[in-house]
């Protein structure tokens, strides 16, 4: 795990993922009406979270 | 705007990660130039995005968008003529001499090409410039927290400087390009939904053309005549002022970001750093123009039922500063809102960093190491390298203070930075194509082009500003008066430079292979495939670049 976490793909896909899984928390478990948005850019940042960190586990 | 759990969350996790990454690096800091350096062992794609990276401060963001609503598409000039053409020239023609002499920085370079006096002085010059730069930076953060979230000024900018402190103290250069990096990401994929909601809110494109002014969305086409587009520039002038002296004396000479190409690899990658960077460089005016033309329309009659407006100053007129973060406030809800905010808290930081590890490398290697004490462990010099980024971010503090008590210190100093930078592309033009030219040349050359510069500011007067000597003579706009102080500052610097150069002793040949033109044996990349060569690359960059202008024609 300390080996990944010096390899610069592997923290910024963590980071958006981490980022991700708060926007979608705050969806399910908030009363915000505007969900939508928060949705999609949630699914949005963890897709590319966790193709950064497959990219980097591939090489 | 309130920020709630979830946004707090965001930007905290945020604070984590940057600090985090200067502590895994921390560990394979051994040297002066681990720190200073990178050690030359950076991946390509890592030093092309910090390239553009290191450009993308809040004040090419929060600018770039405020432009947009003040000036139209013709803020698309800044990248499409400011920018690509020389991030192109950078790469195929002066990173050779910048990589291959095996200078750690521009300074050095002009001390290996000329002599210790010209070095000096872009080095004291330069040195000033970023840490005063970084100040600016700090106290535009604190200023915008303190308006837009109502957060204390002094804990907004002992917490930021505080996190930029502890990530370049700890990994360095390689800390704050990796920071870069995220931060890269963090800007582009944070402020994306925002372009995406507000143009569908907008209408598309199509309806933006329709609502607005023909000169808010045409390029080109009313730059005939100075008086007919909302910059109130000749295209001439935009051409010679900004497409070429500001725009390759920024790109090509400025070591803040001169130095992310600096630490790749190997001669090949170093090449192709700013030449993949002015990729992403030509799209972001999708991500920083568009908005301010989104916003505009938005306030268009037909569309005032959206109720978005840009916020207005004590004196009524239109504040187009907060065009970003009041549109950030009007589309973002909690979540991507902590999102939003975290990415203009990570463009401040990154223009921080950036100007930070510039400025602690110069000052170690070319005033400390050069002038005060020499020949030292390289220990030492690593020591002096971490103690002066805590002095570097101390004075951006103080800088921010300064600002805060004096707001005219902004404008003093973005002046005074133009004066010192204007002129210097002449004197690698000259340095590195010509070589005759001397030390003696390149110093009076210099002196001569920040004079100019300072006297043709002190002539003119455009909004108000310059006319410090006497009102000679008037220009429509204040951004057609730096183009035309810049381009009065190159010429003289350039015939000075020829001038005193031709009446003064060039070095030998011999003392100037891999540092001039001429005399240097060029990379070869026969054995490549064509899209990795520097040429072929850049010339589909140009031919798109030239395809966009007219396109937006």
Redesign the interface.
């Known amino acids: 795990m300390y080996k990944k976490l010096n390899d610069l793909q592997f923290v910024i896909g963590l980071f958006f993922s981490v980022v991700s899984v708060i926007l979608l928390l705050n969806v399910m478990l908030g009363t915000n009406v505007a969900t939508k948005l928060n949705t999609l850019t949630g699914s949005g940042f963890l897709v590319f979270g966790l193709l950064m960190m497959f990219i980097r586990s591939r090489k | 705007m309130r920020l709630e759990l ?1 946004d707090y ?2 930007i905290l ?2 604070f984590i ?1 940057v600090i ?2 200067g502590f ?1 690096i921390k560990k394979k800091i051994k040297s002066s130039n681990d720190f200073l350096t990178s050690s030359r062992s950076i991946p390509l794609w ?1 030093t092309s995005l910090a390239f553009i990276s290191a450009n993308l401060g809040a004040q090419e963001v929060i600018g770039m968008v405020a432009s947009g609503a003040k000036y139209g598409i013709m803020t698309v000039h800044f990248y499409w003529v400011g920018a690509i053409f020389a991030m192109v020239f950078l790469g195929v023609f002066m990173m050779p001499f910048y990589y291959g002499s095996r200078a750690r920085s521009v300074p050095e370079y002009l001390s290996l090409r000329f002599d210790e006096k010209t070095r000096g002085l872009n080095a004291i010059s330069f040195a000033v410039m970023t840490v005063f730069s970084s100040g600016i930076s700090l106290y535009a953060l604190a200023k915008l927290m303190e308006t837009i979230l109502h957060w204390d000024f002094d804990i907004s900018i002992w917490v930021s400087a505080g996190i930029v402190m502890v990530y370049t103290f700890l990994g360095g250069l390689t800390s704050a390009v ?1 920071n870069e ?2 931060q890269f ?2 800007i582009v ?1 944070g402020l994306s ?1 925002l372009v995406i ?1 507000s143009l569908h809110d907008a209408g598309g494109w199509d309806n933006i053309k329709a609502l607005l002014q023909p000169e808010m969305t045409h390029a080109w086409k009313y730059m005939g005549n100075a008086n007919d587009n909302p910059m109130g520039l000749h295209f001439m002038s935009l051409i010679f002022g900004l497409g070429f002296v500001m725009s390759f004396g920024y790109w090509c000479t400025d070591f803040l970001v001169v130095q992310r190409a600096m630490i790749a690899r190997n001669m090949g990658d170093a090449q192709r750093t700013p030449i993949i960077a002015a990729i992403p460089k030509m799209a972001m005016p999708l991500i920083v123009v568009l908005p301010g033309l989104i916003a505009i329309t938005l306030m268009q009659p037909a569309l005032l039922s959206k109720g978005y407006r840009i916020p207005t100053t004590a004196s009524g007129e239109l504040d187009y500063t907060m065009t970003l973060p009041s549109m950030i406030a009007h ?6 809102l ?2 939003g905010i975290t990415a203009l808290i990570a463009s401040f930081m990154s223009g921080m960093a950036g100007n930070v590890t510039a400025f602690n490398s110069v000052f170690t290697f070319d005033i400390y190491q050069s002038y005060f004490v020499k020949n030292k462990s390289d220990r030492h010099y690593l020591l002096v390298g971490k103690g002066i980024t805590v002095v570097g971010i101390l004075i951006s503090i103080a800088t921010a203070y300064i600002a805060k008590s004096f707001n005219n210190i902004n404008d003093f100093l973005q002046l005074v930075f133009g004066f010192v930078n204007g002129p210097l592309f002449a004197t690698f033009l000259l340095g590195m194509f010509w070589k005759r030219t001397t030390g003696h040349g390149a110093f009076w050359g210099l002196v001569a082009g920040t004079a100019a510069a300072a006297a043709t500011h002190g002539l003119t007067v455009a909004e108000g500003k310059g006319g410090w000597i006497t009102e000679f003579y008037t220009i429509k706009s204040g951004m057609g008066q730096a183009f035309i102080v810049a381009g009065v500052s190159w010429i003289f610097n350039f015939f000075t430079t020829i001038i005193v150069s031709l009446c003064t002793k060039p070095k030998p040949d011999e003392e100037l292979k891999g540092l001039v033109y001429s005399l240097t044996e060029k990379p070869k990349f026969h054995e490549q495939k064509w899209y990795l060569r520097v040429v072929p690359l850049g010339l589909v960059l140009l031919a798109i670049t030239i395809l966009l202008n007219i396109l937006f024609f």
């Open positions: 979830a969350l965001i996790v945020y990660f985090g990454v895994l890592i990796y990096v995220l990401f963090l994929l939904p909601i589309y973002y809800p909690t979540g991507i902590g999102v």
